[in-house]
């Protein structure tokens, strides 16, 4: 695993350990669980846009394809 340092500020910095310290985990382990649902949600976003706009424009894509 490859590891990333993300600024916080200091209120932020402290919510993150507040809330770790009330689950029991760490503040690493909280902060990753929030990145991957923020990544799940946001890939899912963009999956039901880029649906939406392939279903809008299907044709000119079916053409574009022959």
């Known amino acids: 695993m490859t590891g990333l340092s993300v600024p916080l500020d200091?209120?932020?910095h402290e919510a993150l350990d507040d809330l770790a310290d009330a689950q029991g985990r760490t503040p690493q382990e909280v902060a990753l669980d929030a990145v991957r649902a923020?990544?799940?949600a946001e890939g899912a976003?963009?999956?039901t846009v880029a649906e939406g706009l392939a279903r809008a424009h299907a044709e000119l894509l079916r053409r574009l394809g022959e």
């Open 10 to 12: 200091p209120a932020l």
């Open 38 to 40: 923020h990544l799940r």
């Open 45 to 47: 976003r963009v999956r």
